[in-house]
């Protein structure tokens, strides 16, 4: 089986270009894992593990972590620990208070064990999330070979740099979803990460006509703008946050999380379940196996009106028919 790696580099900020890691279908249709070789990976000779997590990085070689202060004294470099209490941080906000199912418990994830980052230099991007499971041969699993969900970061971000949450919110969506359009993709995960940041307004008028719908459609972290707006006419209170995530501190004692509410979390958990119902519809049409399509099917633009159906459906559900108007 031959397996490609796709570089798609959409601009828009921090957040991550839209790298995937493609595969061909099994034949089983089954939940599979690549095994593949990549020495850069294996370059990196540290691991922190916190939480579900497993953290990558390197203290020698081409690929050094630097610098790599230890203000706290534990033998792990600052900015290592820090992103892994943003992990864990994001993980607790998109389970107990999104209420959204670990990628690792969804079907298609069947054959990973780990989340697994790697911090690397990178020459574009803050981060890239890869939406299939792969047995990298990693030095930390010798003996167990097992299969992992991989997330790249950029190893000197600031520690408040959301990026690793950003990248976090892929892995919830792909598991999921199969639908990958930049709209939805990078704008929703956009919306996710508003709580790491100091408040941010997004003035923005809804789409209103076929006309701006199409254009809402050929955007990616752009469309921020339209979730954002959305989320807070369904959810105009919010949801607060826990107290103990409200104390969540990174390593020099600055809040990880700069808002204490969030807003439209029910909207787009059911926006989510709403789309992994409908890419069965898709796979049915199409023949295209469940849990499996083409990368090309995957972003394809022709799959606009069904994401589009499924987020008219829930706010049909939420008594806000004529929020948005239907495609023509």
Request: aromatic letters at 12%.
């Amino acid at each position: 089986m031959r397996y490609l790696l796709l570089f798609v580099f959409l601009l828009g900020g921090y957040g991550s270009p839209l790298y995937s890691q493609a595969a061909d279908s099994p034949a089983t249709g089954e939940p599979s894992c690549q095994i593949l070789n990549n020495k850069k990976l294996q370059s990196l000779d540290q691991l922190y593990q916190v939480d579900q997590f497993r953290i990558f990085y390197a203290a020698r070689g081409r690929h050094l972590l630097t610098p790599a202060n230890d203000v706290n004294g534990n033998q792990v470099p600052d900015s290592v620990e820090n992103v892994g209490r943003q992990l864990v941080a994001a993980r607790r906000l998109y389970e107990e208070v999104f209420q959204l199912r670990n990628p690792l418990q969804q079907p298609r994830y069947a054959s990973a064990k780990h989340i697994d980052l790697f911090l690397l230099p990178m020459e574009r991007g803050h981060g890239v999330a890869y939406d299939e499971p792969a047995n990298y041969r990693l030095a930390a699993d010798r003996g167990e070979e097992s299969c992992s969900l991989r997330m790249d970061l950029k190893d000197n971000l600031e520690a408040s740099n959301p990026s690793p949450a950003h990248e976090l919110f892929h892995l919830y969506q792909y598991g999921y979803t199969l639908f990958k359009v930049g709209w939805f993709l990078e704008g929703m995960a956009r919306w996710s990460e508003a709580s790491f940041q100091k408040g941010k307004g997004y003035v923005a008028r809804l789409p209103a006509n076929a006309s701006e719908i199409q254009r809402l459609f050929s955007v990616s972290y752009g469309a921020v703008r339209f979730w954002n707006p959305l989320a807070r006419l369904l959810d105009s209170e919010g949801e607060p946050l826990p107290a103990d995530l409200r104390g969540a501190r990174y390593i020099n004692g600055t809040a990880i999380f700069q808002q204490d509410r969030v807003y439209g979390v029910r909207f787009m958990r059911d926006v989510l379940e709403g789309l992994d119902q409908q890419d069965d519809v898709v796979s049915a049409r199409n023949g295209f196996q469940k849990l499996f399509w083409k990368e090309s099917d995957q972003r394809s633009p022709r799959n606009n009106p069904d994401l589009w159906k499924v987020i008219l459906a829930v706010l049909k559900r939420y008594h806000r028919e004529g929020t948005l108007p239907a495609l023509p």
